[in-house]
């Protein structure tokens, strides 16, 4: 099993930006994949980013590409997001998870971590 844990939330105006980061605990099998996942107010969760074990296969949902950027380091067991240019409409709990299974936006992933708060006030 893997227990995950995100930082990095906080509040940002429009057009600024912000990190996320994820740390990843227990085992590295389970970390094949990682994705980020966000639930607005209101709002159904919706898939992010995900990446491969490897760093170099991504995959990006249309709301976020060119804004969004996923990156892992995998000796450090850290993944992480970096949001620019960052809208009101991003105000959402962001969450990291994780997977060995197939590496896609609409993949299972069994491993959650408790989410941090982004806030993007206009």
């Known amino acids: 099993q893997v227990q995950l844990a995100e930082s990095g939330g906080g509040s940002v105006q429009a057009g600024g930006s912000l990190r996320l980061s994820c740390e990843a605990s227990g085992s590295t099998s389970d970390t094949y994949c990682m994705g980020w996942f966000r639930q607005g107010p209101g709002k159904e969760r919706e898939g992010l980013a995900t990446?491969?074990?490897?760093?170099?296969?991504?995959d990006y949902a249309a709301s976020v590409k060119g804004r969004f950027t996923i990156s892992r380091d995998n000796a450090k067991k850290m993944l992480y997001l970096q949001m620019n240019s960052l809208k009101p409409e991003d105000t959402a709990m962001y969450y990291c998870?994780?997977?060995?299974?197939?590496?896609?936006?609409?993949?299972?992933?069994?491993?959650w971590g408790q989410g941090t708060q982004v806030t993007v006030s206009s």
């Open positions: 998870a994780a997977t060995r299974f197939s590496c896609h936006l609409r993949a299972v992933f069994p491993y």
């Open positions: 990446i491969l074990i490897n760093g170099a296969s991504t």
